[in-house]
């Protein structure tokens, strides 16, 4: 069943290799959807599974609490992490995590990435903060990633790498896509010695805009 879902999720997994944002088996992909009956299930990338391998028959479905209703592969280390973000976050219909390089980077410094771009501001929601560091797979990293996403479209999760999400498949990748774009801007505008924010007046106006397409409220 829900074969769409899968596939959707699958062709995202296969962009996030292609583009070089995970290396290996790392990284994983998410969506929720709602079956005819109310109840709501995620459909997860399995673990440990390579990517230019993986077919729609392995991504695997567990429900709200982490219970698998489909797929013979055990679900992402991660899984907990995704559906706490979904508890957290009603509109929020997907989430990619990627291990990408200049995102990686800002993992190890544990500095937060200021309002560089307009499209930062825009699509992700403002700077972009470091999750406090905790075990992959633990109860703790998804509280603490939970913590630092809070209203926004992106995170950075210390030491480990970065979590994008969206009302979409397509947006939550974009978003990934995005985010290590901002990432890199911020690593090489540090090189230069300056960096120059978004006036913050021209941030508040783009916070707003925001909050009116992406905001829960």
């Known amino acids: 069943m829900w074969e769409v879902q899968k596939m959707e999720v699958l062709e995202v997994a296969r962009w996030m290799d292609e583009k070089g944002l995970v290396v290996g088996t790392s990284g994983n992909v998410s969506q929720r959807f709602r079956e ?17 391998t993986m077919e729609a028959e392995d991504i695997v479905l567990v429900d709200m609490e982490g219970q698998r209703v489909e797929g013979e592969l055990a679900p992402s280390i991660e899984t907990m992490l995704h559906l706490g973000i979904y508890r957290a976050r009603k509109k929020v219909r997907a989430v ?16 937060e990435i200021p309002c ?3 499209d930062q501001v825009t699509f992700l929601g403002g700077e972009i903060k470091v999750a406090a560091y905790a075990l992959p797979g633990s109860p703790e990293l998804a509280k603490n990633v939970v913590a630092a996403l809070g209203p926004r479209n992106a995170v950075v999760l210390a030491n480990h790498g970065t979590i994008s999400v969206g009302r979409n498949l397509r947006e939550a990748f974009n978003n990934c896509e995005l985010l290590e774009k901002t990432a890199r801007v911020y690593v090489l505008a540090m090189g230069l010695g300056t960096l120059t924010p978004v006036p913050a007046d021209m941030a508040e106006a783009e916070r707003a805009f925001f909050a009116a397409m992406f905001g829960e409220n």
């Open 96 to 111: 990619v995590h990627a291990h990408a390089v200049f995102g990686s980077a800002i993992a190890v410094t544990g500095k």
């Open 36 to 52: 005819p009956d109310g109840r709501e299930l995620v459909a997860i990338t399995p673990s440990g599974r390579q990517y230019d």
């Open 116 to 118: 560089l771009l307009d």
